[in-house]
């Protein structure tokens, strides 16, 4: 169903994109819903790199880089009012679940802060899996706006620009992707196997740990 849904979305995305687009996608992005930058930043680079397409590759990462910001201070601001308990609350119900948020999530997030300080809001947003969730231990922590703020823009800026160029460079270099289109997908699937047997080696190593700490 989740696919469904990203499907219909990205269809929808292609057929309307535009600097509004992008800015609203990339902030959903940025908030608690499940919504990867990978599927808005670099098809709208792709298409910056046509120009007659009206899109303009620098607009592209400055338009996606406000949206972040804008989720960003959503995430921000929830936490800062909620407050600690009624957050780790929400994260541990079922209505999060929706969202695929759990409390090890927000906990990952939260230690990373801790670890990191301020310069997280940077950092993090450059780090899968944290990155749409820092903004959140910010706002319990009730970090420096304007830090919080500037810190998360200038991450998110670095971010956006390497999906941008990935996808401009795809653009540029489609004929020679057509040209070894099998040959990459071989490569892809070979990495994807690589990537599931290191999940089944982890997470025995995981249960091995567990049954030997019991």
């Not at 309307?16 to 992005?29: D, K, R, V």
């Not at 908030?31 to 910056?48: G, H, Q, R």
């Not at 600690?84 to 695929?100: Q, V």
């Not at 071989?186 to 089944?200: D, E, K, P, T």
Request: positive net charge; glycine residues 8%; hydrophobic residues 50%.
């Amino acid at each position: 169903m989740l696919v469904d849904t990203f499907r219909a979305l990205a269809d929808w995305y292609m057929a309307n994109m535009n600097y509004g687009t992008i800015t609203l996608l990339m902030a959903m992005e940025s908030t608690f819903i499940p919504l990867p930058s990978e599927i808005v930043i670099p098809p709208a680079a792709w298409k910056a790199a046509d120009p007659s397409s009206g899109l303009n590759l620098g607009l592209v990462i400055f338009f996606g880089t406000v949206g972040c910001v804008l989720g960003a201070l959503f995430n921000y601001f929830l936490a800062y009012f909620l407050g600690r308990k009624i957050i780790y609350g929400l994260a541990d119900s079922k209505y999060a679940r929706l969202f695929l948020v759990k409390r090890e999530s927000v906990e990952k997030a939260e230690a990373y802060f801790i670890k990191h300080g301020r310069s997280s809001t940077f950092i993090g947003r450059l780090v899968p899996g944290v990155r749409h969730l820092i903004s959140i231990p910010a706002g319990l922590a009730k970090m420096n706006l304007k830090d919080f703020i500037l810190f998360t823009f200038i991450g998110s800026a670095i971010w956006n620009s390497c999906l941008a160029l990935l996808g401009y460079f795809f653009y540029t270099q489609k004929d020679r992707l057509n040209e070894y289109y099998k040959e990459l997908s071989i490569a892809v699937l070979v990495v994807g196997v690589i990537f599931v047997i290191y999940l089944i080696i982890k997470a025995r190593k995981k249960k091995k740990l567990s049954d030997t700490t019991e």
